[in-house]
C-alpha cells in the first residue's frame, strides 16, 4: 500500500524555519544553515531530523536553556599540522557548524589531499549524512561522527544509560558508478530517539530490541521506550564507546551529563561545578586521488573500477540488494517528482506548532497538495 504524504513547497517550508530561528535569536546565517539543512534531511526522507527534530531538539537543549547560543563565533584553536584544524564550538549552532567545518575539510584535502577538523563545545548537529553526502556529490571521500546530546543508550551487558546514540556517517563519490554517493549513515543505537518520537507520533510499534523500558525491561511500545540498546550487542557497543572515549580525547565531558543528564537519577543533583554538557564533533575528508594508486584491472579507470566493484558486489544472485544511500536517493527523486518536501498530516500539525510560536501564517492542511510514495 502506497503512503499519502501533503506536500509542502519548498520555499515555504525554508521560510518557516528561517522564521523559526530567527525568532528565537539566531542570526541571518545561522537561520538560512538551519533551513538549507532542514530542506536537505525532508529532500532525502529523513524524517527523523527535519524541521521537527530540530527545532525540538533547539527548545528542550539549544537557545531556550543556553545549550546553543545564536551568533555564538567559532574559535580556531591553534595547532601545528597543517591538515588538521581543533575549534571550540562556544555553542554555535551545530549545523552551522558542520557546514562550515565540512568546508574547511574540503578546502584542507584540495591542499593536502586529508583534511580534518574536530570540534569541541559543540551542539548537536543532527543528521550526519546530509554533510558527507554534500561533500561526495562534490567528489570527495568524507566522514563525521559526533557525541549525540544526551547519554541515553544502554551498554551491552548493562542496565544504566550511559552512552550518546553517537552516529557515524560516511559518504562516497560514486555518482558516475550507480547514480548516486553510496552513504553510510547509522546511530550507534538500533534506532535514533528521533525514529521513537516518530513512531510515537504514528502511533507505530518499534522494532525489537531497540529500547527498553524504565525499569530496564525490552520494550516495543514507543510510548514506554525510556531507554535504548546498541545495535549488534557488543559490536554496536564498542563503536558507540569508541565516539565517546575519542570525544572525550577531544575534549568532551562525561556523557551521562551531557545535555544536563537524561536518567532522573543525574538529573535530580545539581550539576557538578566545572563539567560539561556539551558534545564533540569530529569531521574528515579525503580527496580520492590522494588514496588511488591507479593501479586498475584491465585499465579501467577510476570510475570504471568503482562502477566494477559495485557490479560484481550487486551480481551473482545478489541484484536486488540495495546500496546505502539508495533510499535517501530514491526519496530525493520523490521530492523532485511531487514538486515539494513531503510530509505526513501529524507532521504538518507539528509544523503548524512552530509557524504559531513563530508568528507566521499556518499550512492550510486540506490546500496542499498530495503524493503517494510506493
Known sequence: MPTT????????????????????????????DGARFCEMASAHGIRTHNAIKALHLDHLFGSATGGCKPGAEIEVIKKPFAASEAWDGKLKLGQSVAFRAMERCMELADK???????????FHYLW?????????????????????????????????????????????PTQDACGFPIVIDWATSTVAMGRVQQLKREGKPLPPGAAVDKDGKPTTDANEAAWLMPFGAHKGYGLSLLI???????????????????????????????????SSFYFQVIHPDAISTGLFSNGRNFNENIKAVIDDILGH?????????????????????????????????????IAVEAG????????????DVP
Request: charged residues 15%; proline residues 6%.
Open 5 to 32: 504524504y501533503h506536500i509542502v513547497p519548498t520555499e515555504a517550508h525554508n521560510a518557516l524555519v528561517r522564521a523559526a530561528y530567527q525568532h528565537r535569536g539566531y542570526t541571518q546565517a545561522e537561520a538560512e
Open 112 to 122: 593536502y589531499g586529508i583534511g580534518q577538523v574536530s570540534v569541541d563545545n559543540a
Open 128 to 172: 550526519g549524512g546530509g554533510y558527507v553526502m554534500d561533500a561526495a556529490k562534490k567528489g570527495y571521500i568524507a566522514y563525521t561522527n559526533c557525541t549525540s546530546t544526551l547519554g541515553e543508550v544502554v551498554p551491552f551487558g548493562g542496565k544504566f544509560p550511559v552512552l550518546g546514540t553517537n552516529p557515524h556517517s560516511w559518504g562516497l
Open 244 to 278: 565517546e572515549v575519542m570525544g572525550g580525547m577531544i575534549g568532551g565531558g562525561l556523557p551521562t551529563l551531557r545535555g544536563g543528564g537524561a536518567h532522573p537519577d543525574i538529573k535530580s543533583k545539581p550539576f557538578p561545578a566545572g563539567e560539561k554538557r556539551t
Open 317 to 353: 544472485g545478489n541484484e536486488n540488494c540495495m546500496l546505502p544511500g539508495q533510499p535517501e536517493a530514491q526519496n530525493a527523486a520523490h521530492t523532485a517528482k511531487a514538486g515539494g518536501l513531503l510530509f505526513s498530516t501529524a507532521e504538518v500539525e507539528a509544523l503548524n506548532e
Open 360 to 371: 507566521v501564517a499556518r499550512f492550510d492542511v486540506a490546500a496542499l497538495g498530495t503524493y
